[in-house]
């Protein structure tokens, strides 16, 4: 009986190539570099650092786009990704005199950005590997190409839960940063991340923490909370019961003094 071939399929989370990455189309000014993202953190990054690269992305010009930039990283779908500021998005990318990266595809649809270096993506592919779900990893993998020697990250804190309406996004892309970062250090550069950012940030040390003490504390303050906040509803409850017996008595005394008491004259007395 024959036997179906099993179709191949590639695996990108392999590391195809451990030789030196192909240098990127960027030059790069010192030996350090601040990438920034728009996290809290994103306000610790030390604007003033004349001996550091600094690197920004995405939509982040519209709280910052007065800083010195040297490089801006747009790897997405600029149009789709702008559909409701895409002129002023455009603006800010053919304004500066920072090396503006995008996509080869992107590159051509607007020709109006000058200083435009295509993303090397198959370059950086044959050494990382594809474990890029975010933008912060692509740029962390085109600073170790490019030789710098401490990389700060800045406003990617890549929070454990939560973000904007309950979303999880973040979270589960925080393990691609995290590789690159490992990469970084695992050839000897120094990166710095802010005590505020997840990034590399473990609730316990696994196997010497009593994790179930820490859970116990936070349940106990989560208890905590809760009783408070059910307190302050009753509060709320009561009070508002309160305007409503208010609300009643003076409709019932307008009714009154609509019906039976006119405005020229006092409860069984005529002026």
């Known amino acids: 009986m024959a036997t179906k071939k ?17 240098k990127p189309p960027y030059e790069r000014k010192h ?13 610790d990054t030390p604007w003033d650092d004349e001996d550091a690269d600094l690197w920004g992305m995405n939509a982040l010009h519209k709280v910052a786009a007065d ?16 559909s409701d500021d895409l002129e002023e998005h455009l603006e800010f990318l053919s304004s500066g ?31 990382f590997g ?20 401490e990389i700060g990250i800045y406003g990617i804190d890549m929070a454990q839960s939560g973000g904007i309406a309950g979303s999880r996004e973040y979270q589960n892309q925080r393990p691609s940063c995290e590789y690159f970062i ?9 990166v710095f991340i802010p005590d505020t950012s997840d990034l590399l940030k473990a609730p316990f040390l696994y196997g010497y923490d009593d994790s179930s003490m820490i859970r116990k504390k936070m349940e106990g303050r989560l208890k905590e909370l809760q009783e408070r906040a059910q307190g302050i509803t009753q509060q709320r409850d009561q009070a508002q019961a309160g305007v409503f ?9 307008q009714y009154w003094m609509t019906n039976w008491v006119h405005e020229n004259e006092t409860m069984g007395k005529k002026k």
């Open 6 to 22: 099993s179709e191949e399929k590639p695996d990108l989370t392999v590391v195809t190539d451990t030789t030196e990455p192909p």
């Open 31 to 43: 030996d350090r570099v601040n990438i920034v993202g728009f996290a809290p953190s994103w306000k």
């Open 67 to 82: 800083k010195n930039w040297d490089a801006w990283f747009q790897l997405h779908d600029i149009k789709k990704n702008h």
């Open 97 to 127: 005199d920072f090396t503006v990266f995008l996509w080869e595809k992107e590159a051509e649809k607007y020709p109006q950005i000058e200083n435009v270096a295509v993303y090397p993506r198959e370059d950086m592919m044959n050494v």
């Open 130 to 149: 594809g474990y890029f779900t975010n933008t912060v990893s692509w740029m962390m993998a085109i600073a170790i190409a490019l030789g710098y020697k």
């Open 182 to 190: 490992g990469w970084a250090k695992g050839m000897g550069i120094e």
């Open 245 to 253: 017996q208010i609300q009643g008595a003076i409709e019932d005394l």
